[in-house]
């Protein structure tokens, strides 16, 4: 339906103002929390080619989506909120309440709107509590500041291990080939950061994250293809 399409196009058009305003709007606080042109054009590049590899992974899953949902309904989902295991997990419950599976022959276009609404509500949520908490946690920072300013750098710092590290040992389990891929990621991150600092070149650690994904997927692809493990 063409007013599948318009929608999708709406919600990017969404997303590209988006980018502008807080662009904008990190240009105009850098100064005010000391950061420079320079180091916020830096934090930029980083996190553009720290979204390279995770984003490669949510587009090879979107396409295996592109059967089960559609064009118009992937790019909204997956380009919206880019969690392919929540959104194929929504639709996969919601579907379940109509005693229908995802992409069997008891998947109707009924069964689609249900399955869809279910994952544009749950997406709604992610951005209405992103909206309604910001400024709470803006001034719970603020009082944070005033007793002890250094509890914020450590804070988000630990958040980020935190959660990085518990989405990296929940895969461990998995199999052998998950192992080999952590570790060889989180070895090859922690040269280049080394190296980053011992040879003064900044420009190693912003694509440390980009580099270590890489040779994570090449180690394992070599350990598959020896077949180190009789089952992945």
Not at 18 to 37: D, E, H, I, W
Not at 124 to 130: E, G, K, P, R, V
Request: net charge positive; glycine share 10%; hydrophobic share 60%.
């Amino acid at each position: 339906m063409p007013i599948l399409w318009v929608l999708a196009l709406g919600v990017f058009a969404v997303i590209i103002v988006q980018t502008f305003l807080y662009v904008r709007a990190a240009k105009r606080v850098a100064p005010t929390v000391g950061m420079t042109s320079g180091e916020l054009n830096t934090a930029f590049r980083t996190g553009a080619v720290a979204s390279l590899g995770p984003s490669l992974a949510v587009a090879l899953v979107a396409v295996a989506l592109l059967a089960v949902f559609g064009t118009p309904a992937t790019l909204t989902r997956i380009g919206l909120i880019g969690s392919v295991q929540f959104e194929t997990g929504a639709a996969a419950i919601a579907a379940g309440t109509m005693d229908a599976e995802l992409g069997g022959p008891t998947y109707t276009q009924e069964v689609f709107a249900v399955a869809f609404l279910a994952m544009s509500l749950g997406g709604a949520m992610w951005i209405l509590s992103t909206l309604i908490l910001t400024p709470v946690l803006k001034r719970g920072d603020a009082k944070v500041k005033r007793v002890n300013p250094a509890v914020i750098t450590v804070i988000p710092g630990a958040a980020l291990l935190g959660a990085f590290f518990a989405l990296g040992f929940a895969e461990l389990p998995k199999s052998g080939y998950h192992v080999i891929a952590f570790v060889s990621a989180a070895l090859a991150s922690a040269i280049f950061l080394a190296l980053s600092k011992a040879l003064k070149m900044p420009w190693i650690r912003e694509w440390s994250l980009g580099f270590a994904i890489l040779i994570g997927i090449g180690v394992t692809y070599v350990s598959v293809s020896a077949g180190l493990f009789p089952a992945a």
